[in-house]
């Protein structure tokens, strides 16, 4: 069975920190991109992070560039989301998702970005942050 469990949401003050982790099971995640993602009341889901579980590469959405960290431990098969700065416009439901590294239609390696990650891919439950401010 394939879960995605993502942790460590909470209050916060604005400026505070907050690490996220999103632990992974059920599928080989060394072949699968992570992502976080969020969805604040009203708004669409937006991209947070992303990191290869191939080569590290890291990628961030401009909003969060500069105050969010996201890393990897493979051999924990668990993806951390470290948040400082915090903002109250940071308050959503943060979301982890995995998505192949390997585009589905070409079987080729791709890097992986915000829009390669569907529906139909593994998405975890949501962990609640709300900054105060």
């Known amino acids: 069975e394939v879960q995605l469990q993502a942790s460590g949401g909470g209050l916060v003050q604005a400026g505070g920190s907050l690490r996220l982790s999103c632990t992974a099971s059920?599928?080989?995640?060394?072949?699968?991109?992570i992502g976080w993602f969020r969805q604040a009341p009203g708004k669409e889901r937006e991209g947070v992070a992303i990191?290869?579980?191939?080569?590290?590469?890291?990628g961030y959405s401009d909003s969060v560039l500069g105050r969010f960290t996201i890393s990897s431990v493979n051999a924990k098969n668990t993806v951390y989301l470290d948040m400082n700065s915090l903002k109250s416009e940071d308050t959503a439901v943060y979301y982890c998702a995995a998505a192949p590294e390997t585009d589905p239609v070409t079987a080729q390696a791709r890097e992986v970005r915000f829009r390669d990650f569907k529906d139909n891919d593994y998405w975890g439950e949501g962990t609640l942050v709300t900054v105060s401010s």
């Open positions: 059920g599928f080989t995640f060394d072949d699968y991109a």
């Open positions: 990191v290869s579980s191939t080569d590290g590469n890291t």
